[in-house]
C-alpha cells in the first residue's frame, strides 16, 4: 500500500524583499516546513545589499507514500530584520512535485513588507497567503 518516492518539501525560494520600494539588506530570511509527524524544521538565509536572497530546493529522499493519505508539507517564510519578525509566506503544499508552490514554473518573487498578506490562488484549488509577487 506504500510507495518510496522522492518528494519535494520545500521548492527552491529566490527573490528580493522590500520595505517601501527599497531593498532591505542583511535582513535573515526564515523558511519554516513541517512534513508528517516531524517537528517543524527551519532553514534560513540573509539578504545581500540588494535585498536578494536564495533557499535551495528541499526534497526529502524515499518519503512513504499512500493513496489513503493526503500528501502536505506546512511551510512557512518570516523575514527578520530591525528587531522585528514578520511573515511574508504561508502555505499547505499539497503536491509531491517541483514548483507546484510557483504554478508548476520555478519563479523569482518579489515580497514588500508594507504589503499585506494575500491569498493567491494556484493550480488545483491550490492556494498560498504571501506578500510577495511573481508573474503568475
Known amino acids: ?30 523558511r519554516s516546513y513541517e512534513y508528517g509527524a516531524s517537528k517543524p524544521t527551519e532553514d ?25 493519505v493526503q500528501f502536505v508539507v506546512y511551510q512557512e517564510i518570516f523575514v527578520e530584520w530591525n528587531g522585528e519578525r514578520q511573515q511574508i509566506w504561508s502555505h499547505g503544499k499539497m503536491h509531491k512535485n ?15 513588507l508594507t504589503a499585506e498578506l494575500e491569498r493567491i490562488d494556484l493550480n488545483n484549488l491550490d492556494y498560498v497567503f504571501t506578500n510577495c509577487k511573481w508573474d503568475h
Open 98 to 112: 517541483e514548483n507546484s508552490e510557483y504554478d508548476g514554473n520555478f519563479k523569482k518573487i518579489t515580497c514588500e
Open 1 to 30: 500500500m506504500f510507495t518510496k518516492e522522492d518528494v519535494v518539501l520545500f521548492s527552491r525560494v529566490q527573490g528580493q524583499v522590500l520595505f517601501k520600494g527599497v531593498p532591505v539588506a542583511k535582513a535573515k530570511i526564515i
Open 44 to 68: 534560513f538565509s540573509m539578504t545581500n545589499d540588494e535585498g536578494m536572497f536564495d533557499l535551495p530546493v528541499v526534497i526529502k529522499k524515499g518519503a512513504s507514500i499512500t493513496p489513503l
